[in-house]
């Protein structure tokens, strides 16, 4: 008997963690004035709540996701910053800055190093899940370059995309690269051998205008939104489409995507103001959330359970999604 409880029990809280996201589980938390400017990145802590956010201001963030309230800011010498990526640890930020990537110690909040080489604007940056590598890449010389953190000796540079970078990110065991971009017709998905430094998978995305790129936190999937309003998913696996979504209204531009971590839902972002939630396996619309402002990012928190959009008006949204 005592077994069979247990089994129940079991079962119940297996089917209580795979809940889907519904209107009765959407909360705003916080509405802020994030930045003098159009915000340009949000990236979420490890543990889940605290979110960095850069704006075209050139300043740094750091928010209390649950109060909704900014705990600190970084007087960091830029004009502006194009991307931002946290470390695994928490313990460091880099940040696109024109033509470097800085590397700034999250307790101190000084530059400890600054990865130079570009020749023009960097466009995309990540970090290696253990900390010891980042990736950059800049707007048009067609490079993804790989740095070592500690020394910010360029180690390998990756060719041959001659697009524009949208999107960056290693793979989860740490031997790939996952490199995004677009620029009139060259549209693909790159994955490199870090080892090799070949290119061992090339996804072609068609000859449509793309508008957003992004990666899953998993590494397994990719995420592109067209200019006639759809969102594909790709299974960088098998390098096939698996999922095809339609935003129905006409003239809507989607500027901004992400996947929570278990895959269950997907979130855009469009130039008139509004998040749709998608879910993928029935390929409808769950719930639409209101931003107001055209939303340059979009962030889903390590547990899935709440939602960040910064806008291209200086206002970053926080939600509570499940």
Do not use: C
């Amino acid at each position: 008997m005592r077994k069979r409880l247990f089994l129940i029990a079991f079962f119940l809280a297996v089917i209580g963690m795979a809940f889907e996201v519904n209107a009765q589980t959407i909360q705003e938390i916080k509405t802020v004035k994030a930045h003098d400017n159009g915000v340009t990145s949000i990236a979420f802590f490890p543990e889940g709540r605290l979110l960095i956010s850069s704006g075209r201001d050139g300043t740094l963030k750091i928010w209390d996701i649950i109060e909704g309230k900014e705990i600190y800011r970084f007087n960091v010498k830029s004009n502006s910053f194009n991307s931002l990526a946290v470390s695994k640890n928490g313990r460091y930020v880099i940040v696109a800055s024109e033509k470097t990537a800085k590397i700034i110690d999250l307790k101190t909040g000084q530059e400890i190093k600054s990865l130079t080489g570009h020749v023009s604007s960097v466009s995309g940056v990540s970090i290696s899940p253990n900390g010891k590598y980042a990736l950059t890449s800049d707007y048009y010389d067609g490079k993804v370059r790989l740095f070592d953190v500690q020394t910010g000796e360029e180690l390998r540079s990756f060719s041959d995309h001659r697009a524009q970078f949208v999107a960056l990110a290693f793979s989860p065991d740490e031997r790939y690269i996952l490199s995004g971009g677009f620029l009139r017709n060259n549209q693909y998905i790159k994955i490199w051998s870090i080892e090799k430094g070949e290119e061992i998978l090339s996804i072609s995305l068609g000859p449509k205008d793309i508008y957003a790129l992004s990666f899953s936190q998993d590494g397994r999937y990719a995420l592109s939104a067209y200019e006639d309003g759809v969102i594909k998913v790709w299974d960088l696996k098998t390098g096939k489409e698996t999922v095809s979504l339609k935003v129905e209204e006409k003239d809507i531009f989607i500027i901004s995507l992400a996947m929570s971590p278990d895959g269950t839902y997907i979130a855009s972002g469009d130039d008139l103001g509004k998040i749709t939630l998608w879910n993928p396996k029935t390929k409808k619309i769950s719930y639409i959330i209101e931003h107001g402002e055209p939303i340059n990012v979009i962030a889903i928190s390590p547990d899935g359970k709440y939602l960040v959009s910064g806008g291209d008006y200086k206002t970053i949204k926080m939600w509570k999604v499940r």
